[in-house]
């Protein structure tokens, strides 16, 4: 069973940055890494939907990003660390939310100008808050 944990959130003052982490476990016995996965970044506020913030393939080929999130989020992956990445820039209160990293085997989900769903990702994380507040 795939295990995601995300880390990195926190308190964060407008205009700061933060990057988060999504590291696996769970998949020593059986070999399969983390790198056999595309991953997605989303997130949800209180009494909003989860919403897709970006997402990258599993060789790191392609990415794509919200349009709320483009040109201050950057999502990289290390194969080697086995982790996924989200360096978050130039935060606003409205990126305030729990963030969830999760994964899917199929690279489709995540192309240029296809929208970043939830529903095809098998795999979740627990979630780590970003309050962004002065």
């Known amino acids: 069973q795939l295990q995601l944990v995300e880390s990195g959130g926190g308190l964060v003052q407008p205009g700061g940055s933060l990057r988060l982490s999504c590291a696996a476990s769970g998949f020593t016995a059986s070999g399969v890494t983390l790198g056999y996965y595309t991953i997605g970044w989303f997130r949800q506020a209180p009494g909003k939907e989860r919403e897709g913030v970006s997402c990258?393939?599993?060789?790191?080929?392609?990415?794509n990003y919200a349009d709320s999130v483009k040109g201050r989020f950057t999502i990289s992956r290390d194969n080697v660390k086995d982790t996924v990445y989200l360096q978050m820039n130039s935060l606003k209160p409205e990126d305030t939310a729990v963030y969830y990293c999760?994964?899917?085997?199929?690279?489709?989900?995540?192309?240029?100008?296809?929208?970043?769903?939830?529903?095809?990702?098998?795999?979740w994380g627990q979630g780590t808050q970003v309050t962004v507040s002065s």
């Open positions: 999760a994964a899917v085997s199929a690279n489709y989900y995540c192309r240029t100008y296809v929208p970043i769903i939830p529903s095809p990702y098998d795999y």
């Open positions: 990258i393939t599993s060789s790191g080929g392609s990415t």
